[in-house]
């Protein structure tokens, strides 16, 4: 009777959650807890409102979830859910060793092993992804995200041989991964191979037209091969779908002042400053505004 009685505030808990009704859907579950219930049936209720807290950005409450499930029985996917809090907190040490736990647990984990290598690339620790990147992938060598994410990391340290070929494997496994492409782009451009380069850039944009910095990427080559009216099309392109983004206004006031559009090249300085005042003093150093940059003009941008 007991347990019915917990399976139906479970039923209503799962409910309210749907509705994303959070704090009732918390009650519910935490009621149903004070009822009798199996092993399994704990353990899928701690993991409910570990989720929930997470969402919630409840940390504390969500490690602890967590940690009454390794209480009960030492899951892997405990352990994970714990890292991936302490990845969120940047509590990197803690979060590193919650994620070799889990792999201990469970060799062939795949979020565990993906994302601890991902710790590392995000703290700029690129020796330690690499090797981590490698491991990931002697067990998973068609996982399309693990080969581009090794591939950038290359690119990243100017190792475009080992960059290129986990980037194109990646694009032949998937080829509708826009970061493949994008990162693509970049290797071949570092090449010398322009016209591939922008190609990639085309099939990222056609993919993910919301990324900002293929508009950026395509810009600069355009401005470095003089072909300034395809950056300042690219760019307006790139704002229809990015509008706050100030990097690219500020592409489009220096392709604006190469193109002898002073006042339009004031107005997307501005706009660009406006969005993030650390282009005022970056645009000091620019030599495409060496001739204003003294100017009452320039110092009202500020």
Same mark, same amino acid.
């Given at each position: +009777? ?18 994303? @009704? ?8 935490? #009621? ?22 997470? *969402?919630?950005?409840?940390? /504390? ?5 967590y ?19 302490? /990845? #969120? ?19 062939? %984990?795949?979020?565990?092993? &993906? ?8 703290? $700029?620790? =690129?020796?330690?992804?690499?090797? /981590? =990147?490698?491991?990931?992938? #002697? ?6 995200? $693990? ?6 990391? =290359? ?6 041989? #080992?960059?290129?070929?986990?980037? *194109? ?26 016209d591939?380069?922008?190609? !990639? ?9 919301d !990324? ?23 760019l307006?392109?790139?704002?229809? !779908?990015?509008?706050? +983004? ?16 002073? @006042? ?17 003093l ?8 060496? @001739?204003?940059? %003294?100017?009452?003009? &320039?110092?009202n941008?500020e």
């Amino acid at each position: +009777m007991d347990s019915r009685r917990s399976d139906n505030y479970i039923t209503l808990a799962l409910n309210a959650y749907i509705s994303e @009704d959070t704090e009732q859907a918390v009650s519910f579950f935490e #009621k149903a807890l004070s009822f009798p219930n199996s092993k399994e049936e704990y353990i899928n209720i701690y993991y409910n409102l570990a989720q929930i807290y997470d *969402e919630l950005n409840e940390n /504390e409450k969500a490690i602890e979830m967590y940690e009454k499930i390794i209480s009960i029985d030492f899951q892997a996917q405990a352990f994970y859910g714990k890292a991936i809090i302490f /990845e #969120k907190l940047e509590e990197y040490d803690l979060a590193e060793k919650s994620f070799r736990v889990a792999i201990d647990l469970d060799g062939t %984990f795949r979020d565990a092993r &993906f994302f601890l290598a991902n710790l590392f690339d995000i703290q $700029g620790d =690129y020796k330690q992804a690499i090797i /981590e =990147y490698k491991n990931f992938l #002697k067990i998973f060598p068609e996982d399309y995200m $693990g080969l581009n994410n090794l591939g950038s990391i =290359y690119e990243e340290v100017g190792e475009y041989d #080992k960059s290129l070929p986990l980037l *194109e494997k990646s694009i032949g496994i998937r080829e509708d991964y826009y970061l493949s492409h994008f990162n693509l782009a970049v290797v071949l451009y570092r090449l010398g191979r322009k016209d591939e380069s922008i190609e !990639h850039y085309y099939r990222a944009k056609e993919l993910k037209p919301d !990324h900002g910095n293929i508009y950026l990427n395509l810009s600069a080559i355009y401005i470095a091969e003089g072909e300034l009216e395809k950056s300042e099309k690219i760019l307006k392109e790139g704002l229809i !779908h990015n509008p706050n +983004m100030a990097n690219l206004y500020y592409n489009l006031a220096c392709t604006s002042f190469k193109l002898s559009l002073k @006042d339009e090249g004031l107005k997307y300085l501005k706009k660009a400053i406006s969005l993030n005042s650390d282009l005022y003093l970056y645009g000091m150093n620019d030599p495409d505004f060496k @001739d204003i940059k %003294f100017s009452e003009e &320039f110092r009202n941008l500020e």
